[in-house]
């Protein structure tokens, strides 16, 4: 497991347990496939493409989300 995949895993508990969100959101570019697999391993998915503008120019993305139900589900898997 790595870092990224770790850091992913302690953020989206935050936002859960400590903030009490109902839904997290997340910009993931496409180009970065690496990202996009930390964001299916949480148990995320696919909820809309769009495009951002990024340092080095616009970049297609997808918008990834997770509501609390599926981060439940997830993290019974991953305990």
């Not at 870092?3 to 302690?10: G, N, Y």
């Given at each position: 497991r790595g870092?990224?995949?770790?850091?992913?895993?302690?953020v989206t508990d935050y936002w859960f347990d400590v903030l009490g969100?109902?839904?997290l959101?997340?910009?993931k570019a496409?180009?970065?496939p690496a990202s996009r697999r930390?964001?299916?391993k949480q148990g995320m998915r696919v909820?809309?493409?769009l495009k951002l503008s990024l340092v080095s120019?616009?970049?297609e993305a997808e918008l990834?989300?997770?509501d609390r139900e599926r981060w439940r589900a997830s993290r019974s898997g991953r305990r």
């Open positions: 870092f990224a995949t770790e850091a992913s895993a302690a969100r109902p839904v959101r997340v910009p496409v180009a970065n930390v964001s299916e909820v809309r493409r120019g616009v970049a990834w989300e997770i």
